[in-house]
T-cell receptor, first 111, second 111 residues
Framework: QKEVEQDPGPLSVPEGAIVSLNCTYS??????FMWYRQYSRKGPELLMY????GNKEDGRFTAQVDKSSKYISLFIRDSQPSDSATYLC???????????FGSGTRLQVQP | DARVTQTPRDKVTEMGQEVTMRCQPI?????VFWYRQTMMQGLELLAY????????DSGMPKDRFSAEMPDATLATLKIQPSEPRDSAVYFC?????????FGPGTRLLVL
């Protein structure tokens, strides 16, 4: 079993839809939770960063962490075609420590 | 606009040749990571440094891979000899606090 599990998709939604992306993890020592967006042939771009449990909102993006369930989510409101990319969850035991990545979910937002 | 830079962006080589990839971290970041991305394995840590000292290289095949930080502005990853199974995208990331910022990657194809 991988330390971080993520549904690879692809996930196809119409423009304007709310998108929910999720990861589960097994190591309770993980404390830092991040979401990266990766466009084709580009490097991962940091979207959201959360320490410990709770919610964090940034514009159309909301990240949620439930440490009791070992479950993290990213919500995208009013999705746009420009949101079409692969979304990677990434988790770490501590600041400036190595990240363990999910396999990534490929999202396609249809105009 | 501070960003991680990597060279070369693309590299095609023949099996048995030496490959050197270079990374310039964001100025002031003291932690540098090397990751490898493949379709089958996703993003995996190869090695990382803090203040130029290696902290973890357990993800790296020791017989052919080597990573160094000659100075604070340059990290290198070498493969000698290269093999077709090394074909992947190699990312460098740097971190000053809790989050990591990725470079554009070096796309390596070993024939």
């Amino acid at each position: 079993q991988k330390e971080v599990e993520q549904d690879p998709g692809p996930l196809s939604v119409p423009e304007g839809a709310i998108v929910s992306l999720n990861c589960t993890y097994s190591n309770s020592a993980f404390q830092y939770f991040m979401w990266y967006r990766q466009y084709s042939r580009k490097g991962p771009e940091l979207l959201m960063y959360t320490y410990s449990s709770g919610n964090k909102e940034d514009g159309r993006f909301t990240a949620q962490v439930d440490k009791s369930s070992k479950y993290i989510s990213l919500f995208i409101r009013d999705s746009q075609p420009s949101d079409s990319a692969t979304y990677l969850c990434a988790i770490s035991e501590g600041g400036r420590r190595a990240l363990t990545f999910g396999s990534g979910t490929r999202l396609q937002v249809q105009p | 606009d501070a960003r991680v830079t990597q060279t070369p962006r693309d590299k095609v080589t023949e099996m048995g040749q030496e490959v050197t990839m270079r990374c310039q971290p964001i100025l002031g970041h003291n932690t540098v990571f090397w990751y490898r991305q493949t379709m089958m394995q996703g993003l995996e840590l190869l090695a990382y440094f803090r203040n130029r000292a290696p902290l973890d290289d357990s993800g790296m095949p020791k017989d052919r891979f080597s990573a160094e930080m000659p100075d604070a502005t340059l990290a290198t990853l070498k493969i000698q000899p290269s093999e077709p199974r090394d074909s992947a995208v190699y990312f460098c990331a740097s971190s000053g606090e809790e989050t990591q910022y990725f470079g554009p990657g070096t796309r390596l194809l070993v024939l």
